[in-house]
């Protein structure tokens, strides 16, 4: 089972990412998956998820309204779409997978992908 992280990098404060995470070795239609963040210095940290049932979603209220994630079960990937990005939103950024409930104790955990927002 292996979660595979992508699509982080050096964008300008306002700018835009859309993260990716490829699952293989499990389905992810049968999960709820997620997204974290560790910023220099801070604990990791709650971003989004999404429920496996209904695409039921929840955001941080530090990135609601910023922030979308999606899932394509066809393509067995999780993205994150990231807009008006803000320095406050560096960090390296994590996947999730859990069978039950997506958390800090989730089952499955990609590398992480660093997201740096910079001018």
């Known amino acids: 089972v292996q979660l595979q992280a992508s699509g982080g990098g050096l964008v300008q404060p306002g700018g835009s990412l859309r993260l990716s995470c490829a699952g293989s070795g499990f389905t992810i239609s049968s999960y709820d998956m997620g997204w974290f963040r560790r910023a220099p210095g801070k604990e990791r940290e709650f971003v989004a998820a999404?429920?496996?049932?209904?695409?039921?979603?929840y955001y941080a209220d530090s990135v609601k309204g910023r922030f979308t994630i999606s899932r394509d079960n066809a393509k067995n990937t999780l993205y994150l779409q990231m807009n008006s990005l803000k320095p406050e939103d560096t960090a390296v950024y994590y996947c999730a997978a859990d069978p039950i409930s997506v958390g800090p104790f989730s089952d499955y955990w990609g590398q992480g992908t660093q997201v740096t927002v910079s001018s």
């Open positions: 999404i429920r496996k049932s209904g695409g039921i979603t």
